[in-house]
């Protein structure tokens, strides 16, 4: 099952597990469109139980935030919404009716989250609300979805685009619906915020981390078989020097054997054909 090579969702879901540490409690919804849908929920289901399954046995999983660690290897089909039928009836550690429930968000209980969104900027600030004036928007967008909570209340949020242009990478993002470090961490004290902000930006060219204190972004890894010119393209601010930028980390063979045979083994997560 490991004889071919990795996927770029492979790719993403193992450099996501090593930042994941034991003992955290991880939360992700569930996305639909198939791009938003693997990005948003499938990568981070994966790299979770990727993570349970090597370094961190005590990581909770929090679907949706009623389903706690559940079996994903028995599902058939994915489901289309967080309250259907195939979750209800999965196996599962836990379900609960309410979220957040034990978990106390304004004590920064929820360790970590993941976020997709149309626009990220320098700064981290993402948007989902509207391209354009907000009053006279030329797209009105999904809306906030959470974002302000997850980028504020949870101690740290993954965000995950499906895709990486000029449009999506922007100097400033139309409408702020999560904010990122305005004015670095100093910036988000004086927004009251004591943790929580962005701290990788997953893209299917390269993985972005921050420099926290600038409040700047930066590129901390590009995939293999990107080039600097093509992330530079793509990206609509000065992505800086990349010549010292490392290649994304491969995931282990045993890595993939997780993933292919224990995790994901009807690839309904994680499609192999891309």
Request: one cysteine or more; charged letters at 25%; glycine letters at 8%.
């Amino acid at each position: 099952m490991t004889d071919t090579p990795a996927t770029l969702y492979e790719v993403l879901a193992a450099a996501l597990a090593r930042d994941f540490a034991d003992g955290e409690v991880g939360f992700t919804g569930l996305l639909t469109g198939q791009a938003a849908a693997i990005f948003g929920t499938a990568v981070p289901i994966v790299a979770m139980e990727l993570a349970r399954l090597t370094h961190a046995p005590n990581l909770t999983l929090l679907l949706a935030g009623c389903y706690h660690n559940p079996d994903f290897s028995q599902l058939d089909a994915m489901p289309d919404s967080e309250h259907d039928a195939l979750l209800r009836d999965l196996p599962a550690e836990a379900q609960t009716y309410d979220y957040p429930g034990q978990w106390v968000l304004k004590r920064g209980d929820i360790s970590f989250g993941f976020s997709s969104a149309v626009q990220v900027d320098v700064a981290g600030n993402i948007n989902s609300v509207c391209i354009g004036e907000h009053d006279r928007p030329k797209v009105r967008l999904v809306g906030p979805i959470l974002q302000p909570e997850h980028m504020t209340l949870f101690r740290r949020e993954y965000i995950m685009m499906p895709h990486h242009d000029r449009r999506n990478f922007v100097e400033k993002v139309d409408y702020v619906s999560g904010v990122g470090y305005p004015g670095g961490l100093e910036g988000r004290r004086e927004l009251g915020l004591d943790w929580g902000g962005p701290e990788l930006v997953v893209t299917p060219k390269c993985i972005f981390d921050f420099d926290k204190v600038r409040g700047r972004i930066r590129v901390r890894s590009i995939h293999p078989g990107v080039t600097h010119e093509e992330v530079r393209d793509s990206t609509g601010f000065d992505v800086g020097d990349l010549t010292s930028v490392p290649e994304t980390q491969l995931p282990t063979a045993e890595e993939l054997r997780l993933i292919r045979e224990r995790i994901d083994p009807r690839q309904l997560l994680l499609p192999r054909s891309h």
